[in-house]
């Protein structure tokens, strides 16, 4: 029941960071945070893939309906969270999905903690401004909003993974 409501408070915090702070955030062109996909790439690793669609289902209507995006913010989460039970194991390994827990930086270290994190929110960010552009002609331009929008997207999951309580004890999330 803890777990639940820590991811609540979690899911909306980061929620409201995106569509209050980060919509609003002029960085350029090419850099567009995409905050609130850690939601989705923090939840424990034993969820059913079901839930997890869900709740990727649920996180994207809630950001078009905020930002009115048409769609856009739906397809990519619900992409990124089709794509995740089965990139977890190639990622982090089998051993690591099969004892479950919370794929954070400390329990699984800095290394396997960015690759997972930095392949995961490069497809998110590939599906979601590919679908902004519905054109091949830039592409160019596509790809290093991408680039660029990853990098910065990763360093806040990273941060906001931080703030999650115990994110930083190794030994509190092996088996939960």
């Not at 929620?15 to 980060?22: R, S």
């Not at 800095?110 to 995961?120: D, Q």
């Amino acid at each position: 029941m803890l777990r639940f409501i820590e991811y609540t408070v979690f899911f909306i915090t980061v929620l409201v960071l995106q569509v209050f702070l980060f919509e609003n955030l002029n960085l350029g062109i090419y850099i567009h945070p995409l905050a609130y996909v850690a939601f989705i790439l923090l939840l424990p690793v034993d969820i059913p893939a079901v839930g997890i669609l869900f709740l990727g289902l649920f996180t994207g209507v809630i950001m078009d309906v905020s930002t009115g995006s048409g769609g856009l913010h739906t397809i990519a989460t619900v992409f990124t969270a089709f794509a995740r039970p089965y990139m977890l194991p190639l990622l982090l390994g089998r051993e690591e999905v099969k004892e479950g827990g919370i794929p954070f930086a400390a329990r699984l270290g800095a290394g396997r903690f960015f690759r997972y994190t930095g392949f995961m929110v490069f497809l998110h960010c590939l599906v979601f401004f590919t679908f902004e552009s519905l054109a091949w002609k830039y592409f160019h331009l596509t790809f290093i909003r991408i680039a660029a929008s990853t990098v910065v997207t990763v360093i806040l999951v990273y941060f906001c993974q931080m703030v999650i309580p115990g994110a930083r004890d190794k030994s509190q999330y092996l088996r939960q």
